[in-house]
């Protein structure tokens, strides 16, 4: 009888121990199976659950929880986003007018014409600063110069053309061609013509009466001398001194596609164009959020008088 209960017990044993090997040897089958080969220059890691996966680094390992307070993930430890930079350099924030712009979706897809012009230049102060804003904005403008501003100042000019903007005629000294006779009118244009292509190479075809005075006999004469006479459809009444803001708003209402945009970069009330200065990014953006490409006035095609 005890032998019997002694093999029985030997018999439970020896069952238990089949058992137990079965059991691994099954366990390690089934991890051989599911556990993947790491590729060349991957690294095992570790989610949170503790399942290995294979060259996935754990979200909690880089990104701290989000609190609803925008400050909170970087005093975490979280990476921030660095501001996008523009070609020039400049962050969006650092560019005039930029922020009347936050909260828009996209670049607007320029549908229409305009074209900028600047009058009685060139001179030292103001041409500079409105060429530099037309080159960070990357828009094409026409200046309109006076032939004794030319020889003045004709390092400001040739920078004018070799930034690739157009150039008229304003006169020798900004005369009122009504008032004058056909040969001092003459002599006015031609003056100016020789002091533009001493300077750049060339003259122009294109010319602007100063004061926008014309009558009949000049736009007979200049038309059969094969010169075009370019006057403005939009006056934004730089020259008085207007409040910057006025300006655009003045811009932005009557700018039709196709126009043509008065501006000054010499003159002014009392010699000054602060306001001119002011304005033109503000102008810029609003019209390009018009859906205005900036054009010179030959780009442009159409002929004022």
């Known amino acids: 009888m005890a032998i019997r209960i002694l093999s029985d017990r030997k018999l439970v044993v020896l069952g238990a121990s089949l058992l137990s090997a079965t059991t691994i040897v099954m366990f390690s089958l089934h991890a051989a199976e599911t556990r993947q080969p790491l590729s060349a220059g991957q690294h095992e890691t570790r989610t949170p659950d503790n399942v290995s996966v294979p060259g996935v680094v754990p979200e909690q390992a880089t990104h701290a929880k989000y609190t609803g307070d925008p400050k909170s993930s970087q ?11 523009s070609a020039d350099g400049r962050t969006p924030e650092s560019k005039p007018g930029a922020a009347a712009q ?11 014409q305009v074209a900028l012009t600047f009058d009685d230049g060139p001179d030292s102060k103001y041409t500079p600063m409105v060429l530099d804003i037309l080159k960070q904005y990357e828009v094409k403008a026409t200046f309109f110069v006076v032939g004794r501003q030319v020889v003045n100042h004709p390092d400001v000019l040739k920078r004018i053309h070799d930034e690739g903007h157009s150039i008229g005629n304003h006169s020798w000294d900004h005369a009122n061609l009504t008032k004058l006779s056909s040969d001092q009118i003459q002599k006015e244009i031609k003056s100016t013509d ?17 004061y926008g ?13 094969g010169r075009q006479l370019v006057n403005w459809t939009v006056d934004t009444k730089d020259w008085t001194g207007a409040a910057s803001a006025d300006m655009v708003e003045l811009a932005r209402k009557r700018t039709k596609n196709g126009g043509i945009i008065l501006m000054h970069s010499f003159g002014g009330k009392n010699g000054k164009l602060d306001n001119t200065i002011e304005a033109l990014p503000h102008m810029i953006e609003a019209l390009k959020q018009d859906g205005y490409a900036f054009v010179t006035v030959p780009e442009l095609g159409a002929k004022k008088e």
């Open 75 to 85: 005093e975490a430890g979280s990476p921030t986003t660095p501001a996008v930079q």
């Open 102 to 112: 936050q909260g828009n979706s996209g670049p607007v897809k320029a549908t229409k």
């Open 194 to 210: 020789e002091a533009i292509e001493k300077v750049i190479g060339s003259s122009t075809p294109m010319v602007r009466a100063p």
């Open 213 to 225: 005075a014309v009558n009949a006999s000049i736009k007979r004469n200049l038309t059969s001398a």
